[in-house]
Structures are given as structure tokens and as C-alpha cells.
């Protein structure tokens, strides 16, 4: 007799609302091909516009006879392998109507987020075996769930989409062996830890590659001086000039620029262009006197790459060091030549530190003590935050 949990996994459907922005760059492409073949059961895949083009989760049973249904309000996600197989086993086996996997907002208790790349993740889903099957629901925002259809034709007539698992009560749980990560906010990050390298003599910024443009809000509302967005997807462009920013849209390489600035400021962008040493004199020419080149520059250095490489991997991901669109990768002294090279003299270095697990930490010391030479303060640093000045000017 077959199993029916695995008779079941090839009869969900799966209801997705796209990601505004997210869904025009590489980033995305490449976690949409990833978030689709850790989902080879799906029967069928409804894409949704908008909330207000379909009807609400009680007429959706109408649409789909399916007896399972995954909901992907937010696409921007990474999954465990055993999502299919975890959220499946939990509604079909009767222990729920509704399962969200665990995600950062809530997870098995006494386990630490210690992964920065793919196989790091897996490590660290591997980990959540050992707690609770199942946990409470405890009302977070769903970025995705698996609702069973009989669960949908009962729901009351007002629930929306967002608010349903929280309407189904207790017949909704979480869990507890199955991750998601999100990277929704990939664009929208304000980067207020940057601003404390910012000297208080700038009072004219142009950020490179911002995103909607948030670190510009930041430096505005905080500092009182002058940010200008300079943004190649024009759907963030669109979005920060209608929320009052002054933008500039087009590639960095390609744009000519009348003004003069304080300072200009590339937050984990110079690692995405092709040329960083041109991209960098031509932040010089874009400076006034005595102006400063503000950067935040991921390190490849970083334990997870390391651990990764040790295993024979280097797989991409939509963000973090391993990015897909990373073309360029720096160390610290490969960082520090490019400034050389670009005439930039550095104000401020500091480096961000995300500590060595314990497990690898002791694999290391084992080669210490065989004599390999270590650089412990690399290992530990995942990126670069530099405030560089360019001595006589542009």
C-alpha cells in the first residue's frame, strides 16, 4: 500500500502573490528557480497579481480541487529540502488545517542562526530535528503556509489571505523541523549602522545602487543635508521618487554627473559592478574637494565561505556574501589595493563580526597545531564598513 502522505504531495496546489520589485532582478530569479525545485510536488502554480484579483479563501475552493493548498504571500524565501515533506506530513496526518514552517521570527529554542550561505542552512535545519515536531501558532505575519482545501470551504467569509491561519485558531501550528528565510527587505534595508562612519561635514550624498532609497531618508531626516538616489531598477527608482527623493535612474557606469558631493556612498554595491577601480575614480570625479567615499563591502574571507569550500561547495544564493550577482570578491588586503589603486586614502575601517561556530572553531585550532597560520580576525568578519577621503580632491 503506498503512503499517504506521499500520495498526498502530489496533490497541492500552489497559490503565489509576486514580490513588487523584487521580481525584475537576477537576485530574485535565481531564489524563484531555487524556491521552485524544492517544490516538486505542486500540481499546479496560480500566480496572483494582487489580493483583490481573486476571491477570498472560502471561494478559492471552488477554483482548485486539490485537497492541500501552499500559499506563497511572500516569495522571497529560502526552504529546507523538508518543507514539501514536513508541512505535508503534519495537515494530511490530521494535526492541523494549517502549518507554517519556523523562520527567524521563532524557532526550536536553543538553537543559534549560524548560517550565512546555503550548506550552512542546511546545517542548521539539520539541527532543528532534535526539538518539537509541531509548536503553537503564535500569530507572525505568514509568509507561506499549507492549508488543507475542506480547511479553505469553512473559513469565515472575512479572512483574508494574510489573516487566515490566524482565523483558523488553534487548528493552525507552525512547524518545528522546517525553515524559511526571507530576503523581502533585499531593497529596503536603511543601513542606519553606516551612518556613524559619515563625517559631520558632509552635507551633500550620493548613494550608488540604494535600493528605495532608505540610507538617503536616513542620512536626511538624521544629518539635515542633501541625498541623492542613484538607482538602476526603475521599479525602486519609481518608488523613492514618488516618496519625495531626489533620483537619478540609470547604470553608474553610463550616467553623467553635474553635481558635486561630500561624499558618495556604495552599500554593498561595488562588489556587483564589473569594474570596481572605474567605479571608483568616478565616485573621485563625482566628489568635491577633500571628499569622502563611504563603502560596505561583504568579505569572502568569512568562515561560511570557508567551511563551504572545505566541502567542495560555492552555491549562490539571492543575497549575502555569496550573492548572484556578486562579480568581484575582496579580502581585506584585495579591498585595500583597490583603494590604493583608486588614490583613496582610508579615514575609518571597521569590520562587522559574526563569531566562528564552536564545531568549526575546533576543527581550525586542530590546524593550528599542525602548523597552519590562521587569520582568525578574517574568518570572523562577514563585511568591510570603510569611510575613505580622497586627499587633494576629484
Same mark, same amino acid.
Given at each position: 500500500?503506498?503512503?499517504?502522505?506521499t500520495?498526498?504531495?502530489a496533490?497541492?496546489?500552489?497559490?503565489?502573490?509576486?514580490?513588487?520589485?523584487?521580481?525584475?532582478?537576477?537576485?530574485?530569479?535565481?531564489?524563484?528557480?531555487?524556491?521552485?525545485?524544492?517544490?516538486?510536488?505542486?500540481r499546479?502554480?496560480?500566480n496572483?497579481g494582487?489580493?483583490a484579483?481573486?476571491?477570498?479563501?472560502?471561494?478559492?475552493?471552488?477554483?482548485s480541487? @486539490?485537497? =492541500?493548498?501552499?500559499?506563497?504571500?511572500?516569495?522571497? $524565501?529560502? *526552504?529546507?529540502?523538508?518543507?514539501?515533506?514536513? #508541512? %505535508?506530513?503534519l495537515?494530511?496526518?490530521?494535526?492541523?488545517?494549517?502549518?507554517?514552517?519556523?523562520?527567524?521570527?521563532?524557532?526550536?529554542p536553543?538553537?543559534?542562526?549560524d548560517?550565512?550561505g546555503?550548506p550552512g542552512?542546511?546545517?542548521?535545519?539539520?539541527?532543528?530535528?532534535?526539538?518539537?515536531?509541531?509548536?503553537?501558532?503564535?500569530?507572525?505575519?505568514?509568509?507561506?503556509?499549507?492549508?488543507?482545501?475542506?480547511a479553505?470551504?469553512?473559513?469565515?467569509?472575512v479572512?483574508?489571505w494574510?489573516?487566515?491561519?490566524?482565523a483558523?485558531?488553534?487548528?493552525t501550528?507552525?512547524?518545528?523541523?522546517?525553515?524559511?528565510?526571507?530576503? @523581502?527587505? =533585499?531593497?529596503?534595508?536603511?543601513?542606519?549602522?553606516m $551612518?556613524? *562612519?559619515?563625517?559631520?561635514?558632509?552635507?551633500? #550624498? %550620493?548613494?550608488?545602487?540604494?535600493?528605495?532609497?532608505?540610507?538617503?531618508?536616513?542620512?536626511?531626516?538624521?544629518r539635515?543635508?542633501?541625498?541623492?538616489?542613484?538607482?538602476?531598477?526603475?521599479?525602486?527608482?519609481?518608488?523613492?521618487?514618488?516618496?519625495g527623493?531626489?533620483?537619478?535612474?540609470?547604470?553608474?557606469?553610463d550616467?553623467?554627473?553635474s553635481?558635486?558631493?561630500?561624499?558618495?556612498?556604495?552599500?554593498?554595491?561595488?562588489?556587483?559592478?564589473?569594474?570596481?577601480?572605474?567605479?571608483?575614480?568616478?565616485?573621485?570625479?563625482?566628489?568635491k574637494?577633500?571628499?569622502?567615499?563611504?563603502?560596505?563591502v561583504?568579505?569572502v574571507?568569512?568562515?561560511?565561505?570557508?567551511?563551504d569550500?572545505?566541502?567542495?561547495?560555492?552555491?549562490?544564493?539571492?543575497?549575502?556574501?555569496?550573492?548572484?550577482?556578486?562579480?568581484r570578491?575582496?579580502?581585506?588586503?584585495?579591498?585595500?589595493?583597490?583603494?590604493?589603486?583608486?588614490?583613496?586614502?582610508?579615514e575609518?575601517?571597521?569590520?562587522?563580526?559574526?563569531?566562528?561556530?564552536?564545531p568549526?572553531?575546533?576543527?581550525?585550532?586542530?590546524?593550528?597545531a599542525?602548523?597552519?597560520v590562521?587569520?582568525?580576525?578574517s574568518?570572523?568578519?562577514?563585511?568591510?564598513?570603510?569611510?575613505a577621503?580622497?586627499?587633494?580632491?576629484?
Amino acid at each position: 500500500m503506498s503512503d499517504p502522505i506521499t500520495q498526498a504531495a502530489a496533490c497541492y496546489d500552489i497559490l503565489y502573490f509576486p514580490s513588487a520589485g523584487l521580481e525584475e532582478s537576477e537576485e530574485f530569479a535565481l531564489g524563484l528557480r531555487d524556491l521552485r525545485r524544492r517544490l516538486p510536488g505542486a500540481r499546479r502554480w496560480y500566480n496572483i497579481g494582487n489580493e483583490a484579483e481573486i476571491p477570498g479563501p472560502a471561494a478559492f475552493a471552488q477554483w482548485s480541487d @486539490a485537497p =492541500y493548498l501552499l500559499v506563497i504571500l511572500n516569495p522571497a $524565501l529560502l *526552504l529546507s529540502d523538508n518543507l514539501e515533506a514536513e #508541512l %505535508l506530513a503534519l495537515v494530511a496526518g490530521g494535526d492541523a488545517d494549517c502549518v507554517l514552517p519556523s523562520d527567524p521570527r521563532g524557532f526550536v529554542p536553543g538553537v543559534f542562526i549560524d548560517y550565512a550561505g546555503r550548506p550552512g542552512f542546511d546545517r542548521f535545519v539539520a539541527r532543528l530535528a532534535a526539538g518539537p515536531h509541531r509548536m503553537p501558532y503564535d500569530n507572525r505575519s505568514p509568509w507561506l503556509y499549507l492549508i488543507a482545501r475542506h480547511a479553505l470551504a469553512a473559513s469565515p467569509a472575512v479572512a483574508s489571505w494574510h489573516d487566515l491561519p490566524a482565523a483558523l485558531g488553534e487548528r493552525t501550528i507552525i512547524a518545528g523541523h522546517a525553515f524559511v528565510h526571507s530576503y @523581502a527587505d =533585499y531593497y529596503c534595508a536603511d543601513r542606519a549602522e553606516m $551612518l556613524r *562612519l559619515v563625517p559631520g561635514d558632509v552635507r551633500t #550624498l %550620493l548613494e550608488i545602487g540604494g535600493g528605495l532609497g532608505n540610507f538617503c531618508k536616513a542620512f536626511m531626516h538624521e544629518r539635515g543635508g542633501q541625498a541623492t538616489l542613484l538607482e538602476q531598477n526603475p521599479i525602486m527608482a519609481s518608488v523613492a521618487r514618488q516618496q519625495g527623493l531626489t533620483v537619478l535612474e540609470g547604470d553608474f557606469r553610463d550616467i553623467n554627473l553635474s553635481e558635486r558631493y561630500d561624499c558618495v556612498a556604495f552599500l554593498d554595491v561595488l562588489e556587483h559592478i564589473p569594474d570596481p577601480l572605474a567605479a571608483l575614480i568616478k565616485a573621485r570625479q563625482a566628489l568635491k574637494p577633500g571628499g569622502r567615499v563611504l563603502l560596505s563591502v561583504p568579505n569572502v574571507g568569512h568562515w561560511s565561505v570557508v567551511w563551504d569550500l572545505l566541502e567542495g561547495r560555492f552555491d549562490y544564493i539571492p543575497v549575502g556574501i555569496l550573492c548572484a550577482t556578486h562579480l568581484r570578491f575582496f579580502s581585506r588586503s584585495g579591498l585595500q589595493t583597490l583603494l590604493d589603486d583608486a588614490g583613496l586614502c582610508v579615514e575609518r575601517w571597521e569590520n562587522t563580526v559574526s563569531p566562528l561556530p564552536e564545531p568549526f572553531a575546533a576543527f581550525l585550532a586542530c590546524r593550528t597545531a599542525q602548523g597552519v597560520v590562521l587569520d582568525l580576525e578574517s574568518l570572523a568578519t562577514d563585511s568591510f564598513h570603510v569611510l575613505a577621503r580622497c586627499p587633494g580632491g576629484a
